[in-house]
């Protein structure tokens, strides 16, 4: 079911926001899990900002995890949005009873998730949130059948997400990672065109390189290889 709206999520044991907390995010592109230790205040600033731009249009909110699924995980996920419903334990038939749902997801996550089922005669009123470089209209496609609509990013787990774009339909899409979040700011290194980001969520606002090439067009990211 749903964790009802203003249930609180208090973590008795980070009273000290400066106590070293590990992070377990999965990558938006193979779903593989990857740990980043940081002082927890940091973790709920950097990724409380962007939260509600990418889940403007959500009434509820699912998280597809990697095998390290816990109660703590869902806590932090409802720490960081007070104001949405989180659904516990997704299953395929919970599609068709929460309208305006946002999963959050890797590609590889999403796929996983329908394999063993018939696409519904309409897709569901659901949203994807799906980050990474390994988009591509064969993908959408197949995702579309299930879900109408895609949201789409860019982003590191250092960093959280740093772009971001939401797919209606597959002719939404034209290949890149979106726009960025208003905190951002990127670049490229004028020696490989590799994709620099700058946030003042990490590095002390400082240029990060994620390993990613790439190009802006039309205040977009393009990823062109790794």
Not at 5 to 13: A, C, L
Not at 102 to 111: E, K, L, R, T
Request: charged share 20%.
């Amino acid at each position: 079911g749903a964790i009802p709206q203003g249930v609180d999520p208090t973590f008795n044991s980070y009273d000290d926001e400066s106590e070293p907390f590990i992070v377990a995010q999965s990558s938006g592109t193979t779903g593989n899990v990857k740990f980043i230790k940081i002082p927890f205040g940091e973790y709920i600033q950097r990724i409380d900002n962007n939260f509600h731009i990418q889940f403007e249009e959500a009434k509820y909110a699912a998280f597809l995890f990697p095998p390290l699924k816990s109660t703590t995980q869902y806590k932090v996920a409802n720490l960081l949005m007070m104001d949405l419903p989180i659904v516990i334990d997704l299953t395929y038939e919970d599609l068709a009873k929460y309208p305006r749902l946002q999963i959050v997801c890797s590609h590889a996550q999403a796929a996983w998730f329908v394999r063993d089922h018939t696409p519904p005669e309409t897709p569901f009123d659901v949203t994807i949130d799906v980050a990474g470089a390994a988009t591509d209209e064969k993908y959408l496609n197949e995702m579309f059948k299930y879900f109408n609509q895609i949201n789409i990013g860019y982003g590191a787990t250092e960093t959280s997400r740093t772009f971001n774009k939401r797919l209606r339909s597959i002719s939404d899409f034209n290949g890149s990672s979106g726009t960025p979040f208003p905190d951002v700011e990127v670049s490229f290194n004028p020696g490989d065109d590799s994709v620099l980001i700058k946030t003042p969520r990490a590095f002390n606002n400082e240029w990060f390189s994620p390993g990613d090439y790439g190009y802006m067009k039309d205040g977009e990211l393009y990823v062109t290889g790794r």
